[in-house]
């Protein structure tokens, strides 16, 4: 099963949005609405962001938002902070014979 | 308080055997599925392996199959990872993690992770 595949690294201003892609197959992203995505703070444990594609815990800014077209997820984040720099990941469910996959990582740099 | 606490790594030969423990707090262990995933230094999330709550359901991940075990002491309130045949790409931060009880396919609770280093 081979990663989901999302771009290295992506960039924008403050007050700027920003969407992160994770393309599957329709083994993975493409069949199932297990979509979840995940923001790593270097040294840190990954948190939580969106899960079911679009849903947010509670407690996660609603600048953070996620949709999926297709075989490919998205992420979205409006309003660029400072703070929002950091490691970006997505993890899908799939029916390729393990259970889950995730995407490679995306490394957000707030210019 | 949600906790995972990772324990158990450490530097080990390549070839050789280590065994990860996962302490759980502050939730219903037993009713929860969990699951191990790894990073390697400067690189990205790996899934490895999930365990239902019972422990009757089990899956891998290829990279692991076969030389990874996966198991849990609900009595205990623990979840454990045996490593054999451990080679230098192994060497990585490995995380126990919380799946949702939702019924959906996500981890909603992460512990802060154990280092493993295979090298000679």
């Known amino acids: 099963q081979s990663a989901l595949t999302q771009p290295a690294s992506v960039s924008g201003s403050p007050g700027q949005s920003v969407t992160i892609s994770c393309t599957g197959t329709?083994?993975?992203?493409?069949?199932?609405?297990?979509v979840s995505w995940y923001q790593q703070n270097s040294g840190k444990a990954p948190k939580l962001l969106v899960y079911?594609?679009?849903d947010r815990p509670s407690g996660v800014s609603n600048r953070f938002s996620g949709s999926k077209s297709g075989n490919t997820a998205s992420l979205t984040i409006s309003g660029l902070q400072a703070e929002d720099e950091a490691d970006y990941y997505c993890?899908?469910?799939?029916?390729?014979?393990?259970?889950?996959?995730f995407g490679g990582g995306t490394k957000l740099t707030v210019l | 308080e949600v906790q995972l606490v990772e324990s158990g790594g450490g530097l080990v030969q390549p070839g050789g055997s280590l065994r990860l423990s996962c302490a759980a707090s502050?939730?219903?262990?037993?009713?929860?599925?969990m699951t191990w995933v790894r990073q390697a230094p400067g690189k990205g999330l790996e899934w490895l392996s999930y365990?239902?709550?019972?422990?009757?359901?089990?899956y891998y991940a290829d990279s692991v199959k076969g030389r990874f075990t996966i198991s849990r002491d609900n009595s205990k309130n623990s979840l454990y990872l045996h490593m054999n045949s451990l080679r230098a790409e192994d060497t990585a931060f490995y995380y126990c993690?919380?799946?949702?009880?939702?019924?959906?396919?996500?981890?909603?609770?992460w512990g802060q992770g154990t280092l493993v280093t295979v090298s000679s």
């Open positions: 502050g939730f219903s262990f037993k009713n929860y599925e």
């Open positions: 079911h594609v679009s």
């Open positions: 365990i239902g709550s019972s422990g009757n359901t089990i």
């Open positions: 993890l899908s469910y799939t029916s390729s014979g393990t259970l889950w996959v």
């Open positions: 329709s083994s993975d992203v493409g069949a199932y609405n297990y």
């Open positions: 993690a919380r799946k949702s009880i939702l019924g959906d396919h996500f981890v909603d609770s």
